[in-house]
């Protein structure tokens, strides 16, 4: 899947307060591997680890190529 940096940025955004937390806990993963899917660079040792993503720099923020989208999924479906 493919959306801009910027449209990844925006849902980010939208999302009520913890759900961060609430994403990882369902998904059993780290809190900081899901705020680095939405664009943090959280990589220290016993944080976060890449969250399957890939930037191409470019207009609108550039475009994100998503590897797993079931964070995407799950904000998608907390916004709505």
């Known amino acids: 899947?493919?959306?801009?940096?910027?449209?990844?940025?925006?849902?980010?955004?939208?999302?009520?307060d913890g759900s961060m937390k609430k994403i990882a806990e369902k998904l059993n993963v780290e809190e900081d591997t899901v705020r680095n899917y939405f664009g943090g660079s959280h990589y220290k040792e016993g944080e976060g680890t890449s969250a399957g993503i890939h930037i191409e720099r470019g207009r609108n923020g550039g475009y994100v190529h998503i590897d797993d989208d079931r964070i995407l999924e799950i904000a998608r479906s907390m916004v709505e």
């Open 1 to 16: 899947m493919i959306i801009t940096f910027n449209e990844l940025r925006e849902l980010k955004d939208k999302l009520p």
